[in-house]
């Protein structure tokens, strides 16, 4: 409407004849060189607009300032509670025995038995049968041993429990992953040597100078799998051409900032707030615990998914790094599961709801399962650190199917992606709060009394 204006005014004042009756000498000599246009505000969706840059920084700043004064009250009323020791007593109760590093050590023992065992597959001196029975047995020991003796051992700590379980479990989902591919090779060459199918066959492979099965069943192979960003194993994963060192140590400087960051903050804000909301059933719903706690799972998520996977990634020149998604713009719950946590997702994805589907089971039935196990793993790696049973994060993670339903049933757009948040942001820390809760109950009550 505007633009068809201001061509009208153009034409009845045109840029040649200056418009000088009634309004005199201040008059603009050229009418027709107009200020305005057809333009949307930059708030209007309409005006395609994204850049928010600057509120992103508002944002942070707003946050910053609003929880300063909650930091320097701490810093007034207790002083620095920042303690290095502390950090070290987090993984060690006794300096001369550390169970944990042994436990990470002994690992090894499980990875070197599925090498093994897949070795002797591929030669045929074992079946398919006595393999899988073997391999069973493998994972089970390497799910139930870590727990036995952290539950068992007084000297192995909470944090050295979890360091240990976590470590135990990615070596299980991994060694899942290579006996799975392993096994679908065999598959692949015998339905080759009935098919005698050319260009499926290894040769092509050895031109492009790719691994080929059973060439891939090698020490430097299997720990090139354990130590590389995935728990999806791949004969020939995708390589980066070299070490770009300006990038490996901007990761590593990040991730030594944010985890002094993260352990600062710990020691200075959550403590004291923890502390004060240990009354019984007290559960605190006013923020002040969920804010530090959702700040610190932030921080932690860009420590972990992208500073320290990146690092480890660029030094084994391992080219695929897409570890999360934009699960921040989650308009579902759906959409965050399959985004936050790329690993696990691809994991989930390749060696449990896919085969799930395949063998004929419904697609509730297969969601429903996965995220059963993955309530059994996050109850598995809270419960057995704090040798405390209370199944709150696997009530936490089964209650996302429901929510997930909710949210995909009634919010869209905005509304969606804000339940996202809520159940973020309130969700998570409760399910910590009620663990730090009883924690707390059942240690230092019982000494106050
Ligand atoms: C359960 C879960 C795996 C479902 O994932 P999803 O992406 O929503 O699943 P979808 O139904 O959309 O299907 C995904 C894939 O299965 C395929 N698929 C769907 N139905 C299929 C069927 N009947 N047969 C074969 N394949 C099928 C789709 O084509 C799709 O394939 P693609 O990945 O190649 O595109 C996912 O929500 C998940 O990972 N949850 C747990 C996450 C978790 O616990 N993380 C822990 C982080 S700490």
């Known amino acids: 409407m505007a633009l068809r204006q201001t061509g009208d005014l153009s034409r009845v004042y045109p840029a040649s004849r200056p418009m000088t009756a009634g309004i005199g000498s201040s008059a603009p000599r050229d009418p027709g060189n107009n200020c305005h246009k057809t333009q949307e505000s930059l708030l209007s969706s309409a005006s395609g607009y994204k850049n928010y840059r600057g509120v992103l920084n508002w944002c942070v700043v707003m946050l910053v300032l609003s929880n300063a004064r909650l930091f320097l009250e701490n810093l007034l009323r207790y002083g620095v509670l920042v303690d290095p020791i502390q950090v070290v007593s987090l993984f060690l109760n ?12 002994v690992s090894n023992v499980f990875i070197l038995v599925a090498l093994y065992t897949e070795r002797q597959l591929s ?4 079946s398919e049968l ?8 493998n994972m089970a020991v390497l799910l139930t041993f870590p727990a036995a003796v952290v539950l ?3 000297s192995v700590t909470s944090v050295g429990g979890l360091f240990v379980l976590g470590t135990y479990t990615i070596v299980l989902l991994k060694l899942y992953s290579y006996k799975d591919v392993n096994f679908w090779c065999r598959e692949l060459s015998t339905m080759k040597a009935k098919k005698l199918s050319r260009s499926l066959s290894c040769k092509s492979h050895i031109r492009e100078r790719k691994v080929c099965y059973p060439g891939n069943l090698t020490l430097r192979d299997m720990y090139y799998f354990i130590f590389a960003p995935t728990l999806c194993y791949e004969l020939n994963f995708p390589r980066s051409p070299k070490i770009r060192m ?3 140590l901007r990761r590593l400087f990040e991730m030594v900032r944010k985890y002094l960051i993260i352990f600062f903050s710990f020691c200075q804000w959550m403590i004291p707030i923890i502390q004060s909301s240990m009354k019984p059933l007290e559960v605190n719903l006013n923020l002040s615990f969920q804010v530090p706690n959702h700040l610190l799972w932030l921080m932690f998520f860009y420590w972990f998914f992208h500073s320290s996977l990146n690092f480890t990634a660029e030094l084994l020149r391992f080219g695929d790094r897409q570890f999360y998604k934009d699960w921040w713009n989650s308009e579902s719950v759906t959409y965050f599961w399959q985004n936050w946590n790329i690993p696990v997702h691809k994991w989930c994805l390749r060696h449990f709801y896919k085969p799930l589907l395949r063998r004929g089971f419904s697609k509730m039935f297969s969601q429903s399962a996965v995220f059963f196990l993955s309530a059994f793993f996050h109850e598995y790696l809270v419960s057995v650190p704090l040798r405390m049973f209370r199944l709150w994060a696997f009530m936490g993670m089964m209650a996302q199917l429901p929510l997930a339903w909710f949210v995909g049933r009634f919010l869209r757009g905005n509304y969606g992606n804000a339940a996202v ?14 663990y730090v809760h009883d924690y707390y109950v059942i240690h230092y009550r019982q000494e106050g009394e």
């Open 94 to 105: 006794d300096p001369y025995s550390w169970p944990a590093a042994c436990l990470v050590i």
């Open 421 to 434: 948040w809520i159940s973020i942001i309130i969700g998570q820390p409760f399910a910590v709060l009620m």
């Open 130 to 137: 006595v393999g899988l029975l073997v391999h069973c047995i």
């Open 246 to 248: 300006s990038f490996l």
């Open 152 to 154: 068992l051992v007084p």
């Open 123 to 126: 030669k045929g001196s074992l």
